[in-house]
């Protein structure tokens, strides 16, 4: 089969299409034909040698989710059958015509929905879904604080939360990207200047009394400030962390407000939280896609081939939504 393969640690030019073994199924497991995987953050950090890929999935071949149709099923399968359309995360491995995996960790891809659609859809919203609402209990009436907006999981938050009946306020670096967000659904934008600032804001448009939930995709100084502009009892969940690794807040102020910060992180779960992700992506969210109530955004489609130029556009930071490879 062909895939895409990291050479050594680097810039996009050193992955390589390539042919490689095609995987066969074990016991339990499906062999699935991918027709479209989609950029990540986690690929870029992959192939910077930054984020080796979990044990079991392979080290040099980045995607962490895929699209696609059951092609093959192993021993003791019997939920999946050949030529079944499914989606779903994977450990690595996408960015190639086809994956073993664990036949329960995969969903049905809605009626009508595109694989080039599907491709944009498990890593967002199963991570959006995750930590705002199955982590951070995000209700409806309640409102939540969406950083970098206009990335795939921001856009699928937003979505997600208009779908809960809960308000949302994002945070962009352009005014552009904000205004595109607000057509899916956006309550409130706010640019955040080069300092990082948004707390005062953020207060401001809450009356004073702050978000309830932070979904912070960005890290770094975002979350000392994400602790000055949450409600009482808020839930911080940290789930990027583009800008920067290491934080400096105030502790007596998340004592005072009880406040709860929690990290949360889909790639390197046990077998066993990975199959009720795609229950989650089964059960919940796809019957809002069936109905339009959410539905993906892809900002390209490019061949598998060049997933280096996608790649790049992912780094310029100037996409909105996903950047979708086909198969």
Same mark, same amino acid.
């Given at each position: 089969?062909?895939?895409?393969?990291?050479?050594?640690?680097?810039?996009?030019?050193?992955?390589?299409?390539?042919? *490689? #073994?095609?995987?066969?199924?074990?016991?339990?497991?499906?062999? !699935?034909?991918?027709?479209?995987?989609?950029?990540?953050?986690? @690929?870029?950090?992959?192939?910077?040698?930054?984020?080796? &890929?979990?044990?079991?999935?392979?080290?040099?071949?980045?995607?962490?989710?895929? &699209? $696609?149709?059951? +092609?093959?099923?192993?021993?003791?399968?019997?939920?999946?059958?050949? $030529?079944?359309?499914?989606?779903?995360?994977? $450990?690595?491995?996408?960015?190639?015509?086809?994956?073993?995996?664990?036949?329960?960790?995969?969903?049905?891809? #809605?009626?009508?929905?595109?694989? =080039?659609? &599907?491709?944009?859809?498990?890593? =967002?919203?199963?991570? &959006?879904? @995750?930590?705002?609402?199955?982590?951070?209990?995000?209700?409806?009436?309640?409102?939540?604080?969406?950083?970098?907006?206009? /990335?795939? *999981?921001?856009?699928?938050?937003?979505?997600?939360?208009?779908?809960?009946?809960?308000? /949302?306020?994002?945070?962009?670096?352009?005014?552009?990207?904000?205004?595109?967000?607000?057509?899916? $659904?956006?309550?409130?934008?706010?640019?955040?200047?080069?300092?990082?600032?948004?707390? +005062?804001?953020?207060?401001?448009?809450?009356?004073?009394?702050?978000?309830?939930?932070? !979904?912070?995709?960005?890290?770094?100084?975002?979350?000392?400030?994400?602790? =000055?502009?949450?409600?009482?009892?808020?839930?911080? !969940?940290?789930?990027?962390?583009?800008?920067?690794?290491?934080?400096?807040?105030?502790?007596?102020?998340?004592?005072?407000?009880?406040?709860?910060?929690?990290?949360?992180?889909?790639?390197?779960?046990?077998?066993?939280?990975?199959?009720? %992700?795609?229950?989650?992506?089964?059960?919940?969210?796809?019957?809002?896609?069936?109905?339009?109530?959410?539905?993906?955004?892809?900002?390209?489609?490019?061949?598998?081939? /060049?997933?280096?130029? %996608?790649?790049? %556009?992912?780094? /310029?930071?100037?996409?909105?939504?996903?950047? !979708?490879?086909?198969?």
């Amino acid at each position: 089969m062909r895939a895409i393969v990291i050479r050594e640690p680097g810039g996009p030019e050193v992955m390589e299409l390539r042919d *490689v #073994p095609t995987p066969e199924p074990s016991r339990g497991e499906v062999r !699935v034909r991918i027709h479209a995987s989609a950029v990540n953050r986690a @690929d870029l950090l992959q192939r910077l040698g930054m984020y080796p &890929a979990p044990p079991g999935s392979p080290s040099d071949i980045p995607g962490i989710e895929i &699209a $696609g149709e059951v +092609d093959t099923v192993g021993e003791n399968v019997t939920e999946w059958k050949p $030529g079944d359309r499914v989606f779903g995360i994977v $450990g690595g491995g996408g960015y190639a015509e086809y994956i073993a995996l664990p036949a329960r960790t995969l969903a049905r891809i #809605p009626d009508g929905m595109s694989f =080039a659609d &599907a491709g944009a859809v498990p890593e =967002a919203f199963l991570t &959006a879904w @995750d930590g705002m609402v199955d982590q951070g209990g995000l209700a409806a009436g309640e409102t939540v604080l969406i950083h970098a907006v206009g /990335s795939g *999981v921001g856009t699928a938050a937003v979505q997600i939360a208009r779908a809960i009946g809960a308000r /949302s306020i994002g945070t962009a670096r352009t005014s552009g990207k904000l205004d595109r967000a607000r057509e899916l $659904g956006l309550d409130e934008g706010i640019v955040v200047d080069g300092a990082g600032s948004f707390a +005062d804001e953020v207060r401001r448009r809450t009356g004073g009394r702050g978000v309830d939930v932070v !979904v912070e995709l960005v890290g770094g100084s975002y979350v000392a400030q994400d602790l =000055a502009c949450i409600a009482a009892k808020g839930r911080i !969940v940290v789930i990027g962390m583009m800008g920067g690794s290491r934080v400096d807040f105030d502790l007596g102020l998340l004592m005072r407000k009880r406040v709860e910060v929690r990290g949360t992180m889909l790639r390197s779960r046990p077998l066993e939280e990975k199959i009720l %992700a795609a229950l989650a992506l089964d059960r919940h969210l796809a019957p809002l896609f069936a109905r339009g109530a959410l539905k993906p955004i892809v900002d390209r489609v490019l061949p598998l081939a /060049s997933a280096a130029e %996608a790649h790049r %556009a992912m780094q /310029s930071n100037e996409t909105f939504g996903k950047v !979708v490879l086909t198969v």
